[in-house]
């Protein structure tokens, strides 16, 4: 009898990943299919949902699963905005999250026309990026296009499941990102919705990440070589499904992600979280918490480029920091190499390496790299409104087992981390698929689990603290460093 199987697909921000999960939670298979995303300086980003749809077909087809498969699951990047026709085809490209066309001065003066309480009521400070004021752009550049939209998606993934299913659905974190969402209610704001010309037709119905959207359709079927009427789940925006993939979802576990970017996020009750806060909320995918998201602009960049800085490729500098584990080196990394999101906003602070002596080389830099990102973490955990003994460690950059260790010396917690961390937004979607079917989840593998060494202790905080002052001497001179010859310098934000 062949084993019960689900598929969980990732529709990222620059490419599709596949993932075969037996009902175990392990990988069988896996596939990855990338794809362009078309950039111009006037803050376009945009892709081609169509491209999202063929690399489906071309991974699932990949991944050959048998007649075990009982279900796929998706999740993707959020805070984009698709408009689609009757049959869910994109009428133009998706804007993306990181689309910049709506600039700050337009979307205050749209702010203007929205109600007084809007923050108050999504939970989260009026941001450009939100998909309220994305909606407002398109309408004002594509009014003929306007017209011809049978419905708006936000999340990547959700335009897949509808092709999938023909079901228009989106998650609650998915939708928490568009600005036009309840917090609290997990219920579109209709106030919202008007200010800017729309319908509540034109929305995708909000759903729990674990319901189940629809089920395959014959004509999606035969695309993807699979048997007609499979389910297809709901599933959840990246974050949320991170959030599960990093065994998060409870109380009492923060979790930090560390990949080209990272974050520190962890779930709670909105009475915790008392939103609006200076960084991210998002609704919970399940339940009624939320998701507290901290996030910072720099993390595997930094090691990419002292790979780059002493002509060496990643794996050798990550084991000379290895090597230099025994003797830690002075050095201190301030990881702003594009400014800084969280804990505070400030985009003119830039990085800097302190503390260098002629004896440092390739090893002492990406151990000091490595752990101004420790820094970086604690400095946003402690900017969430609780305390905690356990973190969960996740992305690519936590292979690293010296990663981990300095995550733990620094921050002085317990830190776990899944067998394969780069697989963890796939996973948690996979977790949350194995609740709608009834299969048994698994438990977080405590064999790669790391806890603050005893003899690095009192370096640890003390180096926190020189961390915290070297920060603070960093904002300072910010202004000064970035001057611009003809030009005031640039501003900062508090």
Not at 107 to 120: I, K, N, S
Not at 213 to 224: K, V, Y
Not at 416 to 427: E, F, G, N, V
Request: charge should be negative; aromatic fraction near 6%.
């Amino acid at each position: 009898m062949p084993e019960h199987t689900i598929i969980a697909m990732d529709v990222g921000s620059s490419a599709l990943k596949a993932v075969l999960f037996s009902a175990a939670g392990d990988p069988l298979a896996r596939h990855v299919c990338p794809y362009p995303t078309q950039t111009v300086a006037d803050g376009t980003a945009e892709q081609d949902p169509d491209d999202w749809w063929r690399a489906c077909i071309e991974a699932v087809r990949a991944l050959e699963p048998d007649e075990g498969l009982q279900a796929l699951v998706l999740t993707g990047s959020m805070q984009n905005l698709i408009a689609v026709d009757r049959q869910g085809r994109a009428l133009m490209p998706a804007m993306l999250y990181s689309d910049a066309r709506v600039t700050t001065d337009l979307r205050r003066a749209w702010q203007a026309d929205l109600p007084d309480a809007f923050e108050q009521a999504i939970g989260n400070r009026a941001d450009n990026a939100q998909c309220v004021f994305k909606i407002r752009w398109f309408r004002g550049h594509w009014p003929d296009l306007a017209e011809r939209v049978a419905r708006f998606h936000f999340g990547a993934k959700d335009v897949v499941v509808q092709r999938l299913t023909g079901a228009a659905v989106i998650d609650p974190t998915t939708a928490t990102t568009t600005g036009m969402m309840d917090l609290a209610k997990r219920q579109w704001l209709p106030e919202v919705i008007t200010a800017v010309g729309l319908d509540r037709k034109h929305l995708p119905e909000i759903r729990p990440a674990d319901s189940i959207a629809g089920h395959l359709t014959d004509e999606a079927a035969a695309a993807l070589g699979l048997p007609g009427g499979l389910p297809v789940l709901t599933g959840a925006g990246d974050a949320a499904a991170a959030t599960w993939g990093a065994h998060a979802d409870s109380h009492g576990r923060p979790y930090a992600y560390l990949g080209t970017t990272g974050w520190v996020a962890a779930v709670m009750s909105l009475a915790e979280a008392a939103p609006p806060r200076p960084t991210y909320t998002m609704a919970a995918p399940l339940g009624e918490e939320v998701i507290v998201v901290s996030p910072f602009l720099t993390a595997g960049t930094a090691l990419h480029w002292v790979a780059g800085l002493t002509n060496r490729d990643l794996p050798e500098i990550l084991q000379a920091a290895a090597d230099a584990d025994a003797a830690p080196p002075a050095g201190l990394f301030l990881p702003f190499l594009m400014g800084e999101r969280a804990p505070f906003e400030d985009r003119d602070v830039r990085a800097a390496l302190l503390g260098l002596d002629a004896s440092a080389d390739s090893g002492s830099l990406a151990y000091a790299v490595m752990e101004g990102l420790a820094h970086a973490v604690r400095h946003n955990l402690e900017s969430l409104p609780v305390s905690w003994r356990d973190m969960t460690a996740i992305g690519g950059v936590t292979e690293s087992e010296v990663q981990r260790q300095l995550l733990a010396d620094v921050t002085g917690l317990h830190i776990a981390s899944p067998p394969l961390p780069r697989l963890a937004t796939a996973y948690g979607a996979w977790r949350m698929a194995t609740r709608a079917l009834g299969l048994d989840d698994r438990t977080l593998d405590a064999t790669r689990a790391k806890t603050r060494r005893a003899d690095r202790a009192d370096r640890a905080e003390a180096r926190y603290r020189a961390y915290l002052s070297a920060v603070a001497m960093a904002r300072e001179v910010a202004p000064l460093l970035n001057q611009r010859v003809g030009g005031p310098p640039r501003t900062q934000v508090a």
